[in-house]
């Protein structure tokens, strides 16, 4: 079965201001793929995306008092965390308006504002002084960008010497079959995806953009069953997202999500740099 295409979204805010919104209705506050340890690992969607949250978190290794960049924030849920779990100041940037109120709308209801701010930024041309972040993150917002190695390079320039940046991604693998790569187009066409990137183009911009100790894990296993989970939340929601594109293209998004995990060229990386 190839997935039918379908015309772009006009952006990334409008991804996250439309289907994203169903999509999150069904499947929590964390907006994000889970972690699982193994098959027979039976831990819910809520602890394991908590696990890649704090995969994410043990990655910086951000000390109390530090201030932490969330490049693509979401509506705030993996940066509550980490304020909670490690005492650390976050400014959260998105290119969504809706995103940025909802998440400082969450904040001020946690009792977090004092220490989790967010607002409306282009990661590729970002308002922040040369080495004004004690550590960064990139969560599920890479694919997204148009120039990964601007974003990459703005990151290197906010980041002070020594600090830690962690990357959680939707990669492609290769070698790349016909009907991968019908799965890895629709990704493209239908989320406002750029392109995919892979673990030798993280390598290779890292390097050109001074970061050091650079350690990639390919965790394509451990988040391979997030797809499916989701389809089968969505379905759930699937009159609103019908409502929303229609019958045809509802069945073709949710059919997708079927196909991507099981596709091998649909991968997932998790990573840690350090600015040198």
Known sequence: MTPQQFPAPIDVAGVYDGIGQIYGSAWGPNKHYGYWENDADDSSVEEATDRLTDLMISGIAAQAGQRVLDIGCGIGHPAFRLVRASDVNVVGISVSHVQVAKANELAAEAGLADRATFQFTDAMNMPFPDGSFDAAWAFESMWHMPDRGQVVAETARVLRPGGRLAVADVIERGPVSPA????????????????????????????????????????????????DLMADAVETVRDKLVDLVGEEQATSLIDFMRLSAAAPESGYLFLTAVRA
Do not use: M, P, Q
Not at 187 to 210: M, Q
């Open 180 to 227: 991968g790569r019908a799965v890895l187009d629709h990704i493209c066409a239908n989320y406002a995806v750029s392109s995919l990137g892979t673990i030798d183009e993280y390598r290779k911009v890292l390097a050109d953009n001074g970061f050091v100790d650079v350690e990639i894990r390919d965790i394509s296993d451990n988040v391979g069953r997030t797809l």
